[in-house]
Each structure stands twice: as C-alpha cells, then as structure tokens.
C-alpha cells in the first residue's frame, strides 16, 4: 500500500506562483513513476506532469514553460512548482502514485486563479 498526500494550494492572483507538495509513504519501492493531474468544474481530470524514478518529466502543452515537476527522494516528496499562472488553471490538483499494479491518489488540493 501506498499513501499519497497533497498540500500547498490556495489562492493566487494571475501571474502568481504556487508550490504544490505530494508526500507518500508505505510501499515506496513499488512506486515507478508520479504525477500531478487537476480537474476543473465540469471538465475530466487531465494530466499535468509526471516525472519516473530515473527522473523523466512529461508535461501536458497547457503548462510547458510555467510549470515544473521535481522529486526529492530523501523526503520521499515530489513537487510541482506552477508559475505564471492563468485563471484556466483554476483546479483540483491530484497527485498520483503508480506501481506496477495499481494507482494510488491523493485527496487533493484546490488551486484557485483569480483577482
């Protein structure tokens, strides 16, 4: 079993920066890759960026250039440093943890965009 948990949302101007968090613990060794995915108001969950155990990152178009995906293996905790942000990003940001035989998400933490 894995444990995922989320922090670091809120509220920001557009323009603004936030820093998302995603703890795990448990079965750590299992996991081979993670990712942020969000999901707005009305619309399916997407993917925004992973990142593997070797340390390759995949973004989704919508967020290449504003935001980044590191891991710090020490803290077993991976982040999501989301820049120049956009009312459009306004959404439920969940972290996602995959083994080679199930995903585990966390519960997810609101992002909002506005003025």
């Known amino acids: 079993q894995v444990q995922v948990v989320e922090s670091g949302g809120g509220l920001v101007q557009p323009g603004g920066s936030l820093r998302l968090s995603c703890a795990t613990s448990g079965s750590i060794f299992s996991i081979y890759a993670m990712g942020w995915y969000r999901q707005a108001p009305g619309k399916q969950r997407e993917l925004v960026a992973t990142?593997?155990?070797?340390?390759?990152?995949n973004y989704a178009d919508s967020v290449k250039g504003r935001f980044s995906i590191s891991r710090d293996n020490a803290k077993n905790t991976v982040y999501l440093q989301m820049n120049s942000l956009k009312p459009e990003d306004t959404a439920v940001f969940y972290c996602?943890?995959?083994?080679?035989?199930?995903?585990?998400w966390g519960q997810g933490t609101q992002v909002t965009v506005s003025s």
């Open positions: 990142i593997t155990r070797s340390g390759s990152t």
């Open positions: 996602n943890a995959q083994t080679a035989t199930k995903s585990y």
